[in-house]
């Protein structure tokens, strides 16, 4: 049978066609789920909250990640700092309560002041608290005993927290407890559920020996948060440096792909502690965050 022109046509422009379709399609299932809410952590800027919150705005995002100092500078007039976030149409994503700590000596002191920080997030209309801690060892392995006991504290604080309506979180972190995936999973097996979500930090977690995609199907069900971040490594003693979104070696394209295949709906707060580059303003780094997420991931935020 003879092939006419216009089929013979047909099937040249649909193969030809095809590389971009199939291109089209990959791109399509890494692009992240339009449910995610974005937000931009506050601690680049240091002190000065009303400057953060102006310029996190000025980028487009809707949620804010705050700190404890929020709570030193407006503890005691919450409503001027409720009036600047609806100015600028910021929502709290997350509250920084500060380190909660064992082997102190006095459990409840440390309680005390996450239950105060609860209070002060529900009055702003915020939902959730971040806990880190400083009770790594300065030397030697960190004890199973120590992550088991850190995870009974957790427990303690999301009990007295979820009374007040505030959802607690463990962030893992470099440099404490929870540094390496191993040690994040101890401490996740010993807390409830119900009491303590997670926060995963994508940078900590890389830097720390994981990988963000398993972490994110893992603990899908207890995530309640993400610190979106960048780490790239450095000459220096540390080793390594946490920088703007798409400078370092963090798969955010896989990070994205894996939060669309679990649905997650939730916050992805981009977190940078500090300026990587000397002379570049908070404000400037969030820029090159933010338009990595757009131009390079296809993100509305």
């Known amino acids: 049978m003879k092939q006419s022109r216009r089929s013979f046509l047909t099937q040249i422009g649909l193969l030809s066609a095809s590389p971009l379709l199939a291109s089209s399609d990959l791109l399509a299932s890494t692009l992240p789920a339009p449910a995610i809410q974005y937000g931009y952590a506050a601690i680049t800027w240091g002190n000065d909250i009303k400057q953060s919150i102006l310029d996190i705005s000025s980028l487009g995002f809707k949620g804010i990640q705050l700190r404890a100092n929020a709570f030193t500078e407006f503890g005691q007039k919450p409503e001027e700092l409720i009036q600047l976030l609806k100015a600028a149409k910021l929502k709290l994503a997350m509250y920084s309560s500060g380190n909660a700590n064992i082997n102190t000596g006095n459990d409840e002191a440390e309680i005390a002041k996450h239950v105060e920080s609860a209070r002060f997030v529900k009055i702003l209309g915020g939902s959730s608290i971040q806990l880190t801690n400083s009770s790594r060892p300065k030397t030697g392995e960190v004890s ?49 559920p119900k009491l303590v979500k997670l926060l995963l930090d994508i940078g900590h977690y890389q830097q720390g020996g994981g990988d963000p995609v398993t972490a994110i199907k893992k603990y899908k069900d207890r995530l309640e948060c993400l610190h979106i971040k960048d780490v790239k490594d450095t000459s220096d003693a540390k080793g390594f440096i946490f920088v703007e979104l798409g400078q370092g070696r963090v798969d955010l394209p896989a990070v994205f792909a894996a939060l669309k295949a679990i649905n997650y709906s939730k916050y992805a707060i981009v977190e940078l502690d500090a300026v990587p580059v000397k002379g570049r303003t908070p404000l400037e780094s969030g820029q090159i965050t933010r338009d990595y997420l757009i131009n390079k991931l296809g993100i509305t935020i």
């Not at 120590?146 to 463990?170: H, S």
């Open 144 to 192: 199973n005993e120590d992550l088991v006991k850190y995870a009974k504290l957790l427990n303690e604080i999301g009990k007295r927290t979820a009374a007040i309506g505030i959802k607690t979180t463990y962030h893992n972190h470099m440099g404490q407890l929870g540094q390496t995936p191993e040690e994040v999973d101890v401490i996740l097996k010993h807390t409830d």
